[in-house]
C-alpha cells in the first residue's frame, strides 16, 4: 500500500471515528466542520471521503445495520414468523432507540425513503432485510397484507424520535413498540368482507 492511500485510510478512518462521537453528542446535524477540526483535517478532506452529510451518516450506522440485517437473516428461520417478524422489530427499536442521532439520520437524511429505489445503503439493506420476515408474517396471517416494509420502519423510526430525549429511552420505546404492534399486527388478524 502507498504511503498515500494509508494516509488516506487513517484520515478516513479518523474522521469516522470523531463522526461517530459527534453524532452520539449531538445527533444527525452534527457539525461536518467541527469533525474535520476534531479529527485534524480540512473540510475538504472530510467532502472528499463522505461527499455530504448523507454518505457520512451512512458510515456512522453502517456496523448497526449490518448488525440488524444480520439478525433478520437468523430470524428468516424462526418456524413462528410473528415472532420472527416482532422481534426483529424491537432490536430495530433497541437500536435506533440507543443510538443518538440514528433515528434522526433515518428521518431527516431520507435514509428511509421508499422511493430511494435502492440507491440508499441504509435503506436498500433495512428493506432487503426486513422484507422477508414481513412477507412471511402476511403469508401467516399475522400481519394484515396492507403493511408495508416502510410502514414498519417509519413506525419505528418515529418511536425512536419521540422517547430520544426520555429519561429511559429504549424502555419507552419498546413500550410504544408495544402499542403500535398491538395495531398492525393483533394475535388474529381478521379478514374484512
Known amino acids: 500500500m502507498s504511503a498515500q492511500r494509508a494516509d488516506a485510510r487513517r484520515n478516513y478512518e479518523r474522521i469516522l471515528a470523531v463522526a461517530m462521537e459527534e453524532v452520539a453528542a449531538h445527533g444527525a446535524d452534527a457539525s461536518l466542520e467541527q469533525i474535520a477540526r476534531t479529527a485534524g483535517v480540512g473540510s475538504a478532506t472530510v467532502r472528499r471521503h463522505f461527499p455530504g452529510r448523507r454518505a457520512l451518516l451512512e458510515a456512522v450506522f ?24 416482532l422481534e426483529w422489530l424491537g432490536a430495530f427499536t433497541a437500536y435506533a432507540a440507543s443510538a443518538r442521532g440514528m433515528a434522526a439520520a433515518l428521518a431527516q437524511e431520507g435514509l428511509l425513503d421508499p422511493e430511494d429505489g435502492g440507491d440508499n445503503a441504509c435503506s436498500a439493506q433495512l428493506i432487503q432485510a426486513c422484507g422477508p420476515l414481513l412477507r412471511r408474517a402476511q403469508r401467516a396471517g399475522a400481519v394484515a397484507p396492507g403493511v408495508a416494509v416502510s410502514d414498519l420502519l417509519t413506525l419505528i423510526t418515529g418511536i425512536a424520535l419521540a422517547t430520544e430525549r426520555h429519561p429511559d429511552a429504549a424502555a419507552e420505546a419498546e413500550r410504544l413498540l408495544g402499542l403500535v404492534v398491538a395495531g398492525v399486527s393483533p394475535s388474529v388478524v381478521t379478514a374484512r368482507g
Open 62 to 85: 453502517r456496523e448497526r445495520i449490518a448488525t440488524l440485517c444480520a439478525r433478520a437473516g437468523e430470524l428468516a428461520e424462526v418456524a413462528d414468523a410473528r415472532a420472527a417478524l
